[in-house]
């Protein structure tokens, strides 16, 4: 069993920077595919980034400007947002999952067995 918890979120200007962080119980943490979503208001929950141990992934709407990554010492992962826009403004969740194995699933959110209960973010304009 896995338990996330999120923190970091707030409200910020648009095209400032937050940084999220996701502390995880257990001592198989390094096992796991991390990763970031998102669901702002209205809207499905979307995929923003995930960390496995062949690399980062992220959604074409966040390349360049969010950076995911991990300290597995500290079972923590991180994302780094600069540049945030209106548009960014939503509920963050970390999740965290075994089967997400390969490049081409890490976006799929059925996969991820983990959820943390999510932190605002919120973008001014």
């Known amino acids: 069993q896995v338990q996330l918890v999120e923190s970091g979120g707030g409200l910020v200007q648009d095209g400032g920077s937050l940084r999220l962080s996701c502390a995880a119980s257990?001592?198989?943490?390094?096992?796991?595919?991390m990763a970031w979503f998102r669901q702002g208001p209205g809207k499905e929950r979307e995929f923003v980034a995930a960390?496995?141990?062949?690399?980062?992934y992220y959604a074409d709407s966040v390349k360049g400007r969010f950076t995911i990554s991990r300290d597995n010492g500290k079972n923590t992962a991180y994302l780094q947002m600069n540049n945030l826009k209106p548009e960014d403004t939503a509920v963050y969740y970390c999740?965290?999952?075994?089967?997400?194995?390969?490049?081409?699933?890490?976006?799929?959110?059925?996969?991820?067995?983990?959820w943390g209960q999510g932190t605002q973010v919120t973008v001014s304009s």
């Open positions: 257990g001592r198989t943490f390094s096992s796991y595919a």
């Open positions: 999740a965290a999952g075994l089967r997400p194995n390969t490049q081409v699933v890490v976006h799929i959110t059925g996969l991820y067995d983990y």
């Open positions: 960390i496995r141990r062949s690399g980062q």
